[in-house]
C-alpha cells in the first residue's frame, strides 16, 4: 500500500504543555480528531547512513533521500504489526505478524523473502546489503486532527519517550518500566499543501517563542 501525493510542506516541533493544551483547544473547534491512540515504533538504522547524535538527542542522517524503514503497532497489542518504508515523502506499509516480528529480533530473516510482498523483500534486502540494525524504540500517544475542505493534518504526539532496548519492543509493560524516569516530550507535526487557517497560524506564532524546530531525520523517523 503506497500513500497519495505527499503534502507540499511539513513542519516539525517540540512543544511546550502549556502550548499543547492551547493547540489542542483550538484544533477541537476548527478540525475533526481522527481518534488517539498509542503508538510503539522500533526504528531501523546503519551505520552506513547514521551520524551521532546530536545535542537533542535526535537521529541525523547523511542523505536526506535514503530509505527508511520502521515497525509500528498500536494500543499496547503486538499481535499484528506494519512495517513502513518512507522515501522522499511517501510510504508504503506491509502487515507483518507477532510471530514474524519475534523471528526478525532473534536474527532469523529469510522469512522476507518466504512472504510474496515486494516491500518485504526489500526490506530483506536492505537488511543484509546495508546492514540495518533495529536501533531506536519509541513510545507515544498520537492524535490526528484534520479539518473538511483543506489539505491540512495535524499530528501532537505526547508522553513520547525512547529506548534503546529492542527485545523489549513487545512487551508495552517492560517498556513502560524502562523508560518510566523519562520526562515524555511533546511534538507537533503540521502537513499542508496551500495554507493553513488564520486562527491556528495565529495561535502557532503565539507559541513560536517556545517551540524547537525539529530536524527532519527524527520526525521522519515517527
Known amino acids: 500500500m503506497t500513500t497519495n501525493q505527499p503534502r507540499l510542506r511539513n513542519l516539525h516541533y517540540q512543544i511546550t504543555p502549556e502550548d499543547y493544551r492551547a493547540l489542542r483547544a483550538c484544533l477541537s473547534t476548527h478540525a475533526e480528531e481522527r481518534g488517539a491512540r498509542s503508538v510503539h515504533t522500533m526504528l531501523f538504522t546503519s551505520y552506513r547512513d547514521r551520524v551521532p547524535m546530536n545535542p537533542m538527542g535526535e537521529l541525523l542522517t547523511k542523505e536526506q533521500g535514503c530509505t527508511k524503514f520502521s515497525l509500528h503497532y ?45 516491500l518485504l523483500q526489500e526490506f530483506h534486502e536492505n537488511l543484509t546489503e546495508r546492514m540495518l540494525l533495529p536501533q531506536m524504540l519509541l513510545t507515544y ?75 527532519d531525520g527524527f520526525s521522519e523517523s515517527r
Open 74 to 118: 498500536y494500543d499496547d497489542d503486538p499481535t499484528y504489526l506494519i512495517l513502513e518504508r518512507r522515501q522522499d515523502g511517501h510510504r508504503t506499509s506491509a502487515m507483518v505478524a507477532e510471530a514474524e516480528c519475534r523471528a526478525l529480533l532473534a536474527g532469523e530473516t529469510d522469512w522476507l523473502l518466504d512472504r510474496p510482498n515486494p
Open 141 to 215: 500517544q498520537r492524535e490526528i486532527y484534520t479539518a473538511d475542505g483543506l489539505d491540512l493534518c495535524v499530528v501532537l504526539d505526547t508522553d513520547l519517550r525512547a529506548s534503546m532496548q529492542h527485545m523489549d519492543f513487545l512487551d508495552p509493560k517492560q517498556l513502560e518500566r524502562s523508560t518510566v524516569e523519562q520526562e515524555g516530550r511533546i511534538l507537533l507535526e503540521i502537513s499542508y499543501s496551500d495554507y493553513i487557517p488564520d486562527d491556528v497560524l495565529c495561535l502557532l506564532e503565539e507559541t513560536a517563542p517556545r517551540r524547537r524546530l525539529l530536524s
